[in-house]
């Protein structure tokens, strides 16, 4: 068989910003060029980024990517270039334009159109039921296919019996925590099936909710891991294709479960921070354990120097936590502001007097402390031109143990898919890889609490997080019911009582900002509930 060499550009793409994609397309090209590679491979729908969602029902949009490729194939040369891009053939196909010697060669449309999940393709694009056509290249008969195509036989079975020797698989496949393990056995599936080598191909990045975590991959015809790319980096992967064989090449080891989950939400918050146009964070700082995550997820994204905390102590707040959290912003090297809440608080207090007179202090006045921070918070934003990230996590997004425009309040929510137990999982694994507390023991030895009245603990109104935490798995995860949950062992009335709480809560979460998306079913495009709603669970 002919020497196939295969360039393997997993690139992040902005989603809407043609012209940049386009060049880092070219880029890509021009480096596997020098290396000798006689074709080179990129994401799915890598000229408009993924997912474009309802740009793709603009006109103008999509003529715009037509035209792009049109100016991406004129810079071939010898070396194919296989690319993805939305194409409108009568009607919208989620396509890949293979590209050589000026010209487009040929397209290939996806046959299998993801509608679950966060995916909702079906809305957009038409599926093919075309096998596609097989490209020779270098003298080696390639087929294309387009990431869901290979979560079932079908397609490149079709490949293989057209004559496909080498079959190339374009992706845009989302992060969450053991994806790629899935990835690896479903390809090495494929692979076995039709004795074929398959070269996969990954987006990186972070589009709003979602993060891309590269790891592209080969196999060769035995089902064999022949390379492996790094994960949540841009990456070039170079192999030789001799099918069915594949030279050995790079083999990248991937994170640990825990390291994986911490590098999706820094590479998630870099990327929505920068990609929207901002440089700097601001953080309330409480000397908790979930902001101390947030802060030092935002230093390792985007640099001490860009990070920003203010703390807003209240009557309440002890002495341990206001020294706690200076202790962090010290050891992250981060800016830092102390904005005593008390004068605010007291003239609220005075304010509705007359309004609460004969009723009891209750969560209302609780909450209004959030709140107040939550004021403070975006007035500094707006003042400075910084994005206020958000601190709750998941197990909090859930119940509604969070306070709507308090500390909901920010554009990005970076551990809002993150549950409390995972949360301390983060922290301990971020300290060992310092080999020094970056979040002070004490943050991690003290009860967690809100410090919005005297002696206040999460355990006041919350079950203990390695109790609640499996069951918000199960009902939210798991679309599991209450009677389920009872007859794998959870108590009957703990299930009861969190999924009331879940349900009751959809209303807050609505209005809450995205976050980084890491589990099989985050809050947002993966669980839409009706807020209305009487079903008992």
């Known amino acids: 068989m002919p020497r196939l060499r295969v360039g393997i550009a997993q690139l992040n793409a902005v989603v809407g910003d043609l012209d940049r994609n386009a060049q880092r397309v070219l880029d890509a090209y021009d480096a596997a060029t020098a290396e000798g590679c006689d074709l080179v491979v990129l994401p799915e729908l890598m000229v408009t980024g993924y997912p474009p969602e309802d740009l793709l029902l603009r006109p103008a949009f999509v003529a715009a ?66 096998a596609g056509p097989v490209f020779d290249i270098a003298g080696v008969r390639v087929g294309v296919t387009i990431c869901e195509d290979a979560w079932e036989p079908g397609p490149i079975l079709a490949a293989a019996a057209h004559g496909a020797e080498v079959i190339v698989n374009i992706n845009a496949s989302p992060y969450y925590a ?7 056995a479903l390809l090495a599936e494929r692979a076995r099936e039709v004795g074929v080598p398959i070269v996969y191909v990954n987006l990186v990045g972070g589009q709003d909710e979602l993060v891309f975590d590269g790891g592209s991959l080969v196999y060769d015809g035995a089902g064999t891991l022949v390379a492996r790319a790094k994960q949540f980096t841009e990456d070039m992967l170079i192999v030789d294709v001799e099918a069915p064989s594949v030279a050995p090449a790079r083999v990248e080891v ?13 590479l998630g918050t870099r990327d929505y921070v920068r990609k929207n146009g901002f440089t700097d964070v601001l953080i309330s700082l409480s000397g908790g354990i979930d902001s101390s995550l947030v802060a030092t997820v935002a230093v390792d994204a985007l640099g001490a120097e860009h990070v920003a905390g203010v703390m807003l102590p209240s009557r309440y707040s002890s002495e341990g936590s206001v020294a706690d959290a200076q202790l962090l912003a010290d050891g992250l090297g981060i800016r830092s502001f102390v904005i005593p809440i008390e004068p605010a608080h ?23 402390q959030a709140r107040i921070r939550g004021n403070v918070v975006m007035t500094i934003s707006n003042k400075f031109g910084w994005m206020v990230l958000s601190c709750g996590n998941k197990s909090e997004m859930a119940t509604g143990y969070a306070t709507l425009y308090g500390d909901m309040a920010g554009g990005f929510a970076v551990i ?19 080999g020094r507390d970056l ?22 109104s919350l079950p203990d997080y390695d109790v609640l935490d499996p069951v918000i798995e199960g009902y939210v995860e798991g679309d599991e019911s209450v009677a389920e949950l009872a007859a794998r062992g959870i108590d009957a009335e703990l299930a009861r009582r969190v999924a009331r709480m879940v349900d009751r809560n959809e209303y807050k979460r609505r209005q809450a900002p995205p976050g980084v998306r890491v589990s099989r079913k985050a809050f947002g495009k993966d669980r839409r509930p009706p807020i209305t709603n009487r079903w008992p669970g």
């Open 65 to 130: 990517a037509a035209e792009t490729v049109g100016k991406l194939a004129a810079r071939t040369g010898d070396p194919a270039m296989v690319v993805g891009f939305p194409e409108q053939a009568g009607r919208l196909y989620n396509a890949a334009a293979v590209c050589a010697g000026g010209a487009v060669l040929g397209v290939y449309r996806k046959q299998l159109l993801p509608n679950y999940a966060v995916f909702d393709e079906q809305r957009y694009f038409t599926a093919s039921t075309d």
């Open 254 to 266: 991937p994170f640990e479960p825990v390291r994986e989950v911490y590098e999706a939400l820094v």
């Open 439 to 460: 979040i002070p023991q004490s943050v991690l030895d003290k009860p967690p609490s809100a410090e919005l009245r005297p002696d206040q603990k999460d355990t006041d």
């Open 346 to 368: 007291a003239a609220f207090e005075q304010m509705l007097a007359p309004v609460f007179e004969g009723r009891a202090p209750d969560l209302a006045e609780e909450n209004l």
């Open 416 to 434: 809002k898919d993150v549950p409390k137990t995972l949360v301390y999982a983060l922290c301990r694994e971020r300290n060992a890889r310092a």
């Open 178 to 184: 053991g994806r790629h393990a899935e990835r690896e």
